[in-house]
């Protein structure tokens, strides 16, 4: 049987392409709800995060109400950056979805 599935995630990892598409909308999270809305392990988003922030796509700073508490959000760079990622995964799984068809009337 055929695997059908996404290799890559535009020019990021599955971990940094799920951070981001976490903060798509401006949204601010702490690293406990980055963790909760990507479904990664706390040591991946940790990863992740860190090579995001190096390359300016995401930033990290306190919190206003709480000073220990970290925030992230995209830069004006990460969401350009995110906004052709995407493009090229919805390309990529339009091109798996027709493959999975093609098989299926193959059966």
Not at 15 to 25: A, F, V
Request: charged share 40%; proline share 2%.
């Amino acid at each position: 049987m055929s695997k059908f599935y996404l290799k890559n995630y535009g020019s990021f990892t599955k971990g940094e392409y799920r951070i981001l598409q976490s903060l798509e909308n401006g949204e601010e999270k702490r690293f406990s709800e980055l963790v909760e809305s990507t479904g990664l392990s706390k040591p991946v988003v940790s990863k992740s995060a860190s090579e995001l922030i190096e390359e300016n796509l995401i930033k990290k700073y306190p919190s206003k109400k709480d000073q220990r508490v970290r925030i992230y959000s995209m830069t004006e760079k990460g969401i350009k950056e995110y906004q052709k990622a995407r493009k090229r995964v919805i390309k990529d799984l339009k091109e798996v979805k027709r493959r999975v068809e093609k098989n299926i009337q193959k059966a």
